[in-house]
């Protein structure tokens, strides 16, 4: 069942159309994360589902209820601020009970649900305390309190976590994900942070300049990338840009100086962005099976714990990203190697020109 | 080191020159004799007593004290509409806030006859009412700057955290706008009063028989008689209004303490 369902939202600031016809649905219960480089309209989105900003044309529907003439207070929805916004006039208790109080539930019952709500995220017995004498993780859990007092259909979270620093954020993304899959509430996250969205969603919508350019699981998207934007946003990647071919009667990309198998039929003369994942490619340890080479110079190495990473670059001036496992054995900088993959662990995208394999935009 | 003396030695002149006349003005209302002279001649609490008893000081003193708070009270509450609208302009916020603050550069004598010819037009002249309005036209600017300040500090996001948390336009006022705007709103209150309280120059312009505040009276008592009165009320005045703006000070210090102490734990 689906939870929102967003159909040709449009919003523009004067010539700047920040959100494009989007177009969403939501499921119940779901972790979803709108992802994309500031700017893309995903705040935006965000800020309409809450009732913050007006859409110029479009809907929202929440459960079965149009959202168009509700307002802001009237909306079945918590919200978890950029900043948290907590109210520092009050004090833990104050700032959870709020929302209770707003809506006219007694003293004495949001006492205990205020009690409750601390307790789920682990700050039982500190609601005398002030605001101001909490840690950061410590007053995003009250943030997260008092959205989800109220038991709303829908939270949603502005990039909450941006402000921590980056163990923390990490600690606060799993619990977060653990709070959710707890309590059962739609999520809606918005962060601009690809690693940050591949942790914790179910599924991802990626924007782009005011679209969804796709929808998908975090592995969708890595593995079977819509759009060359969604292909070098969503983790690292080698993208050869081209025009199909066929040589040998095989589908074959001519570009970047090389030709390279394409794991699947394009028509000759389409342009198509052969993507790459720096994990799929071998270095001098050619497989029977490995149907694309190039020979390249490694120009650096960065040594990255469990694997190495090299930078080749190949006779026409391509860089490659290359993954090796350090048990592998190291590289030295300024040989010669030869790199090798399968093309069927390569992904094909062509731009604007949806087909039948993945590829089509929800 | 020298350095540091000197530096403290110009402090001390520089409050030494502020605070001087204010302490000829003390000194002289203790003084046993009959004429404003300093160094005062003798000590005595004579004009103190003389103008406690004096019915002209007392009507003066009632009359500026309602003025002041009843035109402080609405100064302070146009001009906290004025900054919370502006606010929410989308353009024209900076140069609206310029020109409610532009009559402070309006030399007092021009701003005194524009108002008597507002007060004649409505037929007010002499009355408490018309009094009252040019106070509160005269204190708004003062109350304006001292809520801006507060107003710049707000944070839009609270009041959105409000609405979607199910509190209404009204309540999310009441509840988190006005609390955080507080000290700039008692801040403006004070000004408001303490300006109100001791204009003359406009003032002159619109009193009649029965409504001459005190500093008026001041004014013109000094002109025609030079007896030390005028220093005694100077004296109260001067330390009525200190002692207002210390305790100001000390709360608003407290407040800020308060946040800080959370912020370091």
């Known amino acids: 069942m689906s939870s929102i369902r967003i159909s040709r939202a449009c919003r523009s600031y004067g010539s700047v159309q920040a959100v494009n016809d989007v177009t969403l649905d939501i499921h119940d219960g779901e972790f979803f994360t709108l992802l994309g480089p500031?700017?893309?309209?995903?705040?935006?989105?965000?800020?309409?589902?809450?009732g913050l900003e007006r859409l110029d044309s479009g809907r929202i529907v929440v459960g079965d209820q149009d959202l168009a003439r509700v307002p802001v207070h009237r909306r079945p929805l918590g919200m978890v601020f950029q900043n948290l916004a907590l109210f520092p006039h009050m004090n833990v208790d104050q700032n959870v009970a709020y929302g209770l109080r707003a809506r006219g539930v007694s003293r004495a019952e949001s006492r205990?649900?205020?009690?409750d709500a601390l307790d789920m995220v682990a700050l039982g017995g500190l609601g005398r305390r002030q605001v101001a004498e909490l840690s950061g993780g410590q007053q995003q859990r009250v943030a997260l309190a008092r959205a989800l007092v109220t038991e709303p259909r829908v939270l949603l979270l502005d990039e909450p976590l941006s402000a921590l620093d980056l163990q923390l954020r990490q600690q606060m993304q799993v619990e977060l994900k653990r709070l959710q899959q707890r309590v059962g509430t739609t999520f809606v996250f918005v962060t601009h942070d690809q690693d940050e969205a591949m942790a914790m969603s179910d599924r991802i919508a990626v924007m782009n300049g005011g679209r969804v350019e796709q929808v998908g699981t975090p592995d969708e998207l890595y593995q079977r990338p819509a759009s060359r934007f969604v292909a070098d946003f969503v983790g690292d990647s080698n993208l050869l840009d081209g025009v199909a071919d066929a040589q040998n009667g095989k589908p074959?990309?001519?570009?970047?100086?090389?030709?390279?198998?394409?794991?699947?039929?394009?028509?000759?003369?389409?342009q198509v962005t052969l993507c790459v994942r720096p994990e799929s490619i071998s270095v001098d340890a050619a497989a029977p099976d490995h149907d694309c080479r190039v020979r390249g110079l490694v120009t650096a190495s960065v040594y990255r714990g469990s694997s190495v990473r090299l930078f080749v670059a190949s006779e026409a001036d391509f860089e490659f990203l290359v993954d090796v496992a350090t048990a592998h054995g190291g590289v030295p900088v300024g040989s010669t190697v030869e790199l090798s993959w399968r093309s069927r662990d390569s992904w094909a995208v062509t731009e604007n020109v949806p087909s039948d394999d993945g590829m089509a935009l929800h | 080191m020298l350095l540091k003396i000197l530096g403290r030695g110009w402090l001390v002149a520089s409050f030494g020159f502020l605070l001087a006349p204010i302490l000829v003005v003390v000194g002289a209302s203790f003084t046993s004799g009959s004429l404003l002279t300093f160094p005062p001649e003798g000590f005595s609490f004579r004009w103190y007593?003389?103008?406690?008893?004096?019915?002209?000081?007392?009507?003066?003193?009632?009359?500026?004290?309602?003025?002041?708070?009843?035109?402080?009270?609405?100064?302070?509450?146009?001009?906290?509409?004025?900054?919370?609208?502006?606010?929410?302009?989308?353009?024209?916020?900076?140069?609206?806030?310029?020109l409610l603050t532009l009559p402070l550069a309006v030399p007092k004598v021009a701003v005194g006859l524009a108002l008597l010819g507002l007060v004649v037009a409505f037929a007010l002249n002499g009355t408490m009412s018309g009094l009252m309005t040019a106070h509160l036209i005269i204190t708004m600017p003062y109350a304006f700057v001292a809520v801006s300040a507060g107003v710049a500090q707000l944070d839009r996001f609270q009041e959105e955290a409000s609405r979607t948390l199910g509190a209404g336009p009204v309540r999310t006022f009441v509840m988190v706008t006005l609390p955080q705007l507080a000290p700039g709103i008692a801040a403006a209150f004070l000004f408001s009063t303490i300006v109100s309280f001791q204009e003359v120059s406009v003032t002159l312009f619109l009193v009649g028989p029965g409504t001459n505040t005190l500093p008026v009276r001041m004014f013109s008592h000094i002109l025609d008689s030079a007896d030390p009165a005028v220093a005694s009320i100077s004296a109260l005045v001067v330390?009525?209004?200190?002692?207002?703006?210390?305790?100001?000070?000390?709360?608003?210090?407290?407040?800020?303490?308060?946040?800080?102490?959370?912020?370091?734990?």
């Open chain 1, 38 to 50: 500031s700017g893309c309209g995903k705040t935006t989105l965000l800020r309409s589902i809450a």
């Open chain 1, 112 to 115: 205990a649900r205020t009690a």
């Open chain 1, 252 to 270: 074959t990309l001519v570009g970047a100086g090389l030709s390279a198998c394409l794991p699947r039929s394009v028509p000759p003369g389409q």
């Open chain 2, 49 to 98: 007593q003389e103008i406690v008893g004096d019915e002209k000081w007392m009507a003066g003193l009632t009359t500026s004290l309602n003025l002041a708070f009843v035109s402080a009270l609405g100064s302070t509450a146009a001009a906290t509409a004025a900054a919370l609208g502006i606010r929410r302009l989308r353009r024209g916020g900076t140069a609206t806030g310029f």
């Open chain 2, 239 to 265: 330390i009525a209004t200190y002692v207002l703006l210390a305790l100001f000070v000390v709360v608003t210090r407290r407040r800020e303490a308060a946040g800080r102490k959370g912020v370091a734990l």
